[in-house]
DNA sequence: GTATTGACTTGGACTTAGTCCATCGTAGGA
DNA sequence: TCCTACGATGGACTAAGTCCAAGTCAATAC
């Protein structure tokens, strides 16, 4: 049983067939789906779940800080159930593929007080982008 | 006379009224727009333009580098005409606002080579994000 | 164990952002 | 000035996501 599940319902999370498929999809992967990829591995296990439910089910699991919303350049956003430890993207700008990586530094302090105007900085996200081995060599 | 026509005609971009007035919205707007609003005040100039012109000329002005485009969590995408000097973004959470923000340090320095997986790493995209002095006081 | 109820799910219609394409128009070279 | 290949047009189409009214069910109370 996954410490997600677990943190899930001890938040108060009502737990139901559908969520539980979802999260489980999530927890599962350490690539970054799609909220479409995200439904089709979940109708797999869950035939009748509704394409609405794990758009609902996944803006929760992003407004509890459990999954992170990646924007990336392609149309659909990506999901990423790495939300408890820091880090950052790299992407490939040719196949699109996604992996995590933990840079030396912390951006957030490079930022100086000067160059905010005003804002209140709250995160930061950094993606490297550039061709991943396959693209490069093909 | 804008740089920027300039540049794009010395370039052999081939010049339409279209075009011109798309360049010209870019080149004088400090914001970051989405092609609709683009689109909005292209037509303000040259009121027969369409939605599909404006997508065109957008995407060809990307290639070739005088523009950004800047995937938010907003759906539409953004353009950047700051493209010939490198910077980042700093995102109002609330209202979507953009600023254009130049860090310290190259971020780009901060990837060991331990952590690009056999990525050709070429370029690197940092949002700040957080509250606008307006959003926060509201 | 059953009843209750408000939160969750459903699926289909709808919206938004963007793409495609056949046809027409025109910028720029000869 | 004429040609022609490149650009523009607009309407149909697609992809991704949102909304909603009605039905279902998890968790609490009894």
């Known amino acids: 049983m996954s410490d997600l599940l677990e943190r899930l319902r001890g938040r108060g999370w009502r737990m139901t067939a559908q969520r539980r498929v979802v999260a489980e999809v999530l927890d599962g992967e350490h690539v970054h789906l799609t909220a479409d990829e995200v439904f089709t591995r979940a109708s797999a296990k869950l035939p009748e779940i509704s394409r609405a439910t794990v758009y609902?089910?996944?803006?929760?699991?992003?407004?509890?800080?459990?999954v992170l919303e990646v924007a990336t350049d392609d149309r659909a956003k990506r999901y990423?159930?790495?939300a408890h430890r820091p880090h950052h993207h790299l992407l490939c700008s040719r196949c699109g593929t996604i992996r995590d990586v933990h840079p030396l530094g912390d951006p957030l302090a490079d930022l100086p007080a000067t160059e905010r105007f005003g804002f209140t900085v709250?995160?930061?996200e950094v993606t490297y982008r550039g061709l991943c081995p396959d693209c490069a060599s093909a």
């Open 80 to 82: 990423d159930p790495n």
């Open 122 to 124: 709250s995160d930061v």
């Open 56 to 66: 609902n089910a996944l803006g929760e699991l992003v407004s509890l800080g459990e």
